[in-house]
């Protein structure tokens, strides 16, 4: 069982995800604490998974909203060792892909609905050629996920997503055995929380920084950054984790990433490998 500090009234939670500097008013139910209490969690026991865990967490992902009602996502659920150790490779190496009994590919798919639709003469299916297509699958493939990882956390379950498994996309069409109009958009690794393991609530950004009234007004970011700064900060500091600022990791983060060669940043090439037209 992980043994992370009980953190259960709605204040303590708010104070968390946000420092002591900052105060909001959040109406209260099981519903919000739950969803303020998530916390990414990468280390696992490698203690079984009930049986309907897959089902269950597919079920929770199918009752989120769908664009249209189109669906366009699938899964696949990795639970062979071997197979995992493959994917936790292409995952740039992460070992919690390797322990979690489960790992989760979540999949954009515009070919089962191309597959499925009755065609009346005359009309070609066009509408999934479309970089609005691709958009479009992302949006209802992250909202099922989200609600996947929410039922998992709710049943006690820790989970990650891993969005590196990008960085691999064609070796993992191919090993997954893709059609086209397929890709894989980020992974979720799934377990027991390893035991002992200490998780923490990450402060998230003021919300002055993220919410805008009528008109987006960026004249609060900086300041609120500075904020976040200082609260991010403190939060590394009192695990004893060296970290370079929030602001600073950003230009690491998204510096000079077309000198890195990941296959993620040359998507548009891959996806139109994988029968995307993109237009
Ligand atoms: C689409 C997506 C991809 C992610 N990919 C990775 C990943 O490859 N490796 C990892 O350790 N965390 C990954 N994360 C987890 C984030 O780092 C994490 O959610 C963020 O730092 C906030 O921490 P928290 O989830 O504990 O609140 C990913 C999160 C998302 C939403």
């Not at 009346?120 to 909202?143: F, K, M, N, Q």
Request: proline share 5%.
């Amino acid at each position: 069982m992980s043994q992370s500090k009980k953190i259960e009234t709605l204040a303590e939670l708010v104070r968390e995800r946000y420092g002591p500097d900052q105060q909001y008013d959040v109406l209260d139910n099981a519903v919000v604490r739950h969803i303020l209490k998530h916390r990414s969690v990468r280390s696992f026991a490698p203690t079984p998974l009930p049986a309907n865990t897959v089902q269950t967490l597919v079920a929770a992902a199918q009752a989120g909203s769908s664009s249209s009602n189109l669906q366009v996502w699938s899964v696949v659920a990795l639970q062979d060792v071997a197979h995992k150790k493959q994917h936790a490779i292409w995952a740039k190496d992460q070992d919690f892909v390797r322990q979690a009994p489960l790992f989760l590919i979540w999949l954009a798919d515009l070919s089962r609905n191309r597959l499925l639709a009755q065609v009346p003469e005359g009309v070609r299916i066009d509408g999934t050629d479309y970089l609005e297509s691709v958009v479009l699958t992302a949006v209802d493939t992250a909202i099922a996920a989200q609600n996947a990882v929410l039922a998992a956390e709710s049943l006690g379950l820790g989970a990650v997503y891993v969005g590196a498994i990008r960085s691999h996309i064609r070796a993992i069409a191919k090993d997954l055995r893709l059609p086209p109009y397929v890709f894989p958009l980020f992974g979720t690794a799934i377990g027991y929380p390893a035991d002992g393991l200490v998780t923490h609530i990450r402060p998230r950004l003021p919300q002055a920084a993220a919410v805008h009234h009528e008109h987006y007004d960026a004249s609060a970011q900086k300041q609120a950054g500075q904020s976040y700064d200082q609260t991010l900060d403190a939060f590394w500091k009192k695990q004893g984790i060296e970290h370079p600022l929030w602001t600073r990791h950003l230009a690491t983060r998204l510096g000079n990433v077309s000198q890195s060669g990941d296959e993620r940043y040359a998507l548009r090439e891959v996806l139109q490998e994988l029968g995307f037209p993109l237009r």
